[in-house]
């Protein structure tokens, strides 16, 4: 049980080390454009509709990790 979990927690943690290389690249990408200023993604406040869909694809995520850890 415990290799499970080990195998889980590694799965995720590069999952995250990807996504976070791609957001990286996106805003320095964006940034250089002159699409954005650094650090406007910090500020971001999205509409109702776009938090609405985050909080659904944010839930969509969740059931999918934890139904993986059943």
């Known amino acids: 049980m415990l290799d499970w ?3 889980v927690t ?3 943690v590069t999952e995250l080390a990807v ?3 791609h ?3 996106l805003e320095h990408v964006l940034t250089r454009r002159e699409l954005v ?3 406007d993604a910090d500020g ?3 509409e109702s509709a776009e938090a609405n869909e985050r909080s659904r694809l944010q839930a969509e995520y969740l059931e999918r990790v934890l139904r993986a850890l059943e």
């Open 10 to 12: 590694i799965a995720l």
């Open 19 to 21: 996504i976070r290389s």
């Open 44 to 46: 971001f406040v999205p």
């Open 23 to 25: 957001l990286d690249a």
């Open 5 to 7: 979990l080990y195998g």
């Open 37 to 39: 200023g650094q650090g």
